[in-house]
């Protein structure tokens, strides 16, 4: 197979680099991928965190398979598919009490800058306006959206957009810091 890699532009990817030496992963099973060239690489990642169940977990495809045959997408707007309630119902049954509303997202990153809109919406649903600021940790990972890099503590994410991140969000000192943690040894700077 020939595959253009130019026009797929890589997140979190020294792109120049990897196109020049492209891993290229074609198949997954358990807890294990297996490269176009041949090699099996255990995934001790597990996909990112998301094929936690392993790699094309039986149940799993068996449930994919079904729902496409049954209904492929239908929007939320004004119309609903029963199993976003199940799904909604379901989480609430394992959460903490009082956590009892479930919101849908398609990723991390639009799940942080919800999040953060529906505190805001909160507060201004109760007429404290005023409270807008929002407080981060150094070092934390809350995704790639303005909201979740604002928050985030990643200097190295926010460099080209530092004008246009969100207004007085404060950083809480990140806890690992070796000069304080008397008893820490040998750890890497
Ligand atoms: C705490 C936290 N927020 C946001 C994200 C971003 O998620 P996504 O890559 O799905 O946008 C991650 C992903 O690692 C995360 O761990």
């Known amino acids: 197979m020939s595959l253009e890699l130019e026009p797929f532009w890589m997140p979190f990817t020294h792109n120049r ?3 020049k ?3 290229l992963i074609e198949r997954g099973e358990g807890m294990h991928y297996q490269t176009s060239d041949g090699h099996r690489v255990l995934d001790a990642i597990s996909g990112l965190w998301c094929s936690n169940a392993g790699h094309r977990h039986p149940k799993i495809v068996q449930a ?7 209904l492929d997408f239908t929007a939320p707007f004004q119309s609903g598919h029963p199993k976003a309630f199940m799904l909604a119902e379901a989480i609430k049954k394992i959460s903490p ?5 479930v919101f849908l997202t398609s990723s991390g990153s639009e799940a942080c800058d919800t999040a ?6 909160y507060h201004h649903s109760t007429g404290e306006v005023q409270r807008t600021r929002f407080v981060g940790h150094e ?3 809350h995704g790639v959206g303005f909201g979740g ?3 985030g503590g990643i200097d190295a994410n926010k460099k080209a957009f530092k004008a246009s991140l969100l207004p007085g969000t404060l950083h809480l000192p990140h806890t690992h810091n070796l000069s304080k943690m008397a ?3 040998g750890q890497p700077v």
């Open 183 to 185: 008893f820490s040894k």
């Open 17 to 19: 680099m990897f196109k």
């Open 116 to 121: 953060l809109k529906i505190a805001l919406a």
């Open 139 to 141: 070092k934390g990972y």
């Open 21 to 23: 030496s492209p891993r």
């Open 149 to 151: 890099i604002s928050v």
């Open 64 to 70: 994919v398979k079904d729902q496409l045959d049954e």
């Open 97 to 101: 009490a009082g956590l009892n509303h």
